[in-house]
């Protein structure tokens, strides 16, 4: 009788230590997930605007039209692209061979405008991702369809990364990251695009276990970089000489660059992220850089949710974002997946 209180007793600790694990991952996952679109929103507006323009009128909150001419809290392509990635990670496990069919056709889907429309409306798509998904649509296989050419390396890829890094336990990294590469190239198959996907989640996985960004920043990169040591990466490192030196926080916003170019993405979320001290001003000094000010509010911002969490995204912005339920019932369906 006391062997069966004993086992008893362990169930008991056991489901409760994993409730909480679940608990704590599932508010993890919402606030990522929403960290990210909302930037993405506050972006749209003034998406291709200078940074002069913006120095004279800088954004200070949710607002709408301008660029898009779109009600407050729209979200773009660049979070639908990273909620079809979430979607496939919570229909195909990370593990599985499955998981490149299934985001290929979730990609295939929202180009339709089938899946991931804000409020209908479907956003212009990126050159690159449309002509893989092009591909795509006439039978080639994911594998095959993403572009090598050294010009197609837009953040069109970088963009929907962010998922993976609630998956980061569930393997290996070296494996996690061959998955990541395998995502970015349905649409961005060469090597610097993938690279950029693996720097991002790197640090990412830092910040998702509470460090703080200058230290995540740190170790993402001294976690990821020796991978990238052998071809066909380690001929692209040197393009990564800002990142990798350690010291990106430290150049002058006047050096800082945000077009649409994934390294010049990169670059900008991440330095946005260790000059700010809370999520809104993170998202804010990103939305400010100008031109891909979505792209770089979003990538900024989902890891900005990551470490700050979701009490620290301003209250009156994620009310106005589009779609907000059903954001919801994808971190949900994303929880379960990864604690089936």
Request: glycine share 8%; with cysteine.
């Amino acid at each position: 009788m006391i062997t069966n209180r004993l086992h008893h007793g362990t169930a008991i600790a056991t489901n409760t230590m994993k409730r909480a694990k679940t608990k704590t991952l599932s508010a993890k996952i919402l606030s990522g997930l929403l960290g990210f679109c909302v930037g993405d929103a506050l972006g749209v507006p003034v998406e291709f605007c200078s940074r002069s323009q913006l120095q004279n009128s800088p954004v200070k909150g949710m607002q709408g039209y301008g660029t898009h001419n779109r009600p407050p809290g729209t979200w773009s392509d660049e979070s639908a692209l990273m909620f079809c990635v979430a979607e496939a990670l919570s229909r195909a496990d990370v593990t599985t061979e499955a998981l490149v069919g299934v985001t290929a056709h979730l990609l295939a889907r929202w180009y339709e405008g089938e899946i991931w429309t804000p409020n209908g409306w479907h956003f212009e798509i990126g050159l690159t991702t449309a002509k893989a998904i092009a591909r795509l649509r006439e039978g080639i296989s994911p594998r095959l369809s993403g572009d090598m050419e050294e010009m197609s390396n837009g953040n069109g890829s970088l963009v929907r990364t962010l998922p993976f890094v609630f998956c980061h336990d569930r393997l290996p990294f070296p494996d996690l990251l061959d998955r990541i590469h395998l995502i970015s190239r349905i649409t961005h198959a060469h090597p610097r695009s993938q690279m950029a996907c693996g720097f991002y989640i790197s640090i990412a996985i830092d910040l998702l276990q509470g460090y703080a960004p200058d230290e995540a920043y740190l170790r993402g990169i001294a976690r990821v970089e020796p991978l990238y040591w052998h071809p066909p990466y380690g001929a692209e490192l040197f393009h990564f000489h800002n990142l990798i030196g350690g010291t990106l926080a430290e150049l002058p916003r006047d050096e800082i660059s945000s077009g649409g170019y994934v390294i010049h993405t990169l670059e900008a979320a991440l330095w946005c992220l260790l000059n700010a001290s809370s999520y809104k001003d993170t998202v804010l000094a990103a939305v400010n850089l100008g031109e891909s000010t979505n792209a770089i509010a979003a990538l900024a911002g989902g890891l900005a949710g990551l470490y700050y969490g979701v009490k620290d995204i301003p209250a009156d912005w994620m009310q106005q974002i589009a779609e907000f339920y059903d954001i919801l019932a994808l971190s949900e369906q994303l929880t379960e997946k990864i604690f089936d």
